[in-house]
């Protein structure tokens, strides 16, 4: 029996049985979203490159397949994941982070994770084997099923097969610093984002903004020259450790919240310590405050508020308006009538 119909076997005994299923990889991103509940369901053995095309820019593999082995790979042919996903572990999995669909620094710039998936082979909750998109860009006709199962935390469908666009690595890579206020700062980064740089990351934080600067040497020097600064020394580890949460901002014991916000929001005035990534776009707040309170501040500022990590696992993420709860109850449905995926792990009742 392949592993694949083993995975089969256990999808039908739990419909038969009503039970829940919690899929996991590696585990590295096991404190995101709420509780898992039910019976652990590893897909980490199912991994391995199933191929690789440099001179077509893609690459698939199982789900299993750690993130350090996929970009090991890359790196041998001097190429990249453009999205930039944090890894949060050393196990972490491919899987795992278009489940979650996880992005970094990068994101704002070359596109978010469900950008970059050009295919996904699946197992619904009815066990039955479904495959969505493919291998190129353009091989969807209607909707595109495989970036919805893109950060749907493994609630719609047990993901096996992923394939990917890549990007070549950046010739040449340049981290400016300078000192500024938070108003300062996302005016100089909503203004650059408007203007041809070759932008690729953007950072607030400790009254220091910081922008990467990706591409060719030329371009980058006459960016650097135009945008002023100080040339910050061992950047490529400023945003490794921004893009892992290694970074001292994120050490400490209280909540986690991410804001989603237009990148040109005002700065948001709570009593929380805040780092702005994202060009703007994503605003990381430590604080004590209340759910309701950063919600309200967030839909005010025209976005929407999850709890990350810590805190009130039963209130991770913003609650949905009637009419799009109406649409994920439906898309739960269709692909798992028996409710076993992931049950209640983004909000309670799918």
């Known amino acids: 029996m392949s592993l694949i119909e083993s995975f089969q076997d256990t999808l039908r005994d739990a419909a038969a049985t009503g039970t829940g299923l919690a899929i996991c990889g590696g585990g590295s991103k ?19 490159i199933t191929d690789y095309s440099p001179t077509e820019l893609v690459i698939s593999a199982r789900a299993g397949t750690t993130l350090a082995e996929l970009e090991a790979v890359l790196a041998k042919e001097n190429q990249m994941l453009p999205f930039e996903p944090p890894h949060y572990g050393p196990d972490a999995t491919l899987g795992g982070t278009i489940a979650c669909g996880f992005s970094g620094p990068r994101r704002p710039y070359a596109g978010a994770a469900r950008d970059f998936v050009l295919g996904i082979t699946c197992l619904n909750g009815r066990a039955e084997r479904l495959r969505f998109g493919g291998q ?32 070549p690595r950046p010739e040449t890579e340049l981290t400016l610093s300078r000192e500024a206020s938070p108003e300062q700062a996302l005016e100089w980064l909503n203004t650059w984002a408007g203007q041809p740089l070759p932008l690729s990351a953007g950072c607030y934080t400790g009254r220091q903004l910081r922008v990467r600067l990706s591409g060719f040497e030329q371009g980058v020097q006459a960016a650097a020259t135009q945008l002023g600064g100080d040339e910050l020394a061992a950047a490529d580890s400023f945003w490794e450790e921004l893009r892992e949460h290694r970074h001292p901002f994120f050490q400490d014991d209280r909540p986690l919240w991410r804001l989603s916000v237009p990148p040109a929001a005002a700065a948001l005035e709570l009593e929380a310590d805040e ?33 990350f990590r810590g805190g009130d696992h039963e209130d991770v993420f913003h609650p949905l308006d009637p009419a799009l709860m109406a649409l994920h109850q439906r898309l739960k449905a269709s692909f798992d009538p028996a409710g076993i995926l992931n049950p209640g792990r983004l909000y309670s009742g799918l």
């Open 30 to 48: 096991s404190f995101y979203g709420r509780p898992a509940t039910g019976t652990g369901f590893s897909v980490a053995e199912y991994s391995g």
């Open 136 to 167: 190129v860009m353009k091989n969807v006709a209607g909707y595109d099923i495989s970036r919805t199962l893109t950060g749907s935390l493994g609630t719609l469908a047990v993901l096996l097969d992923i394939s990917l666009k890549v990007l």
């Open 275 to 307: 780092l702005i990534d994202w060009g703007g776009a994503q605003r990381w707040l430590k604080t004590t405050l209340p759910a309701q309170t950063l919600r309200d501040a967030a839909v005010r500022a025209g976005g929407h508020a999850t709890c």
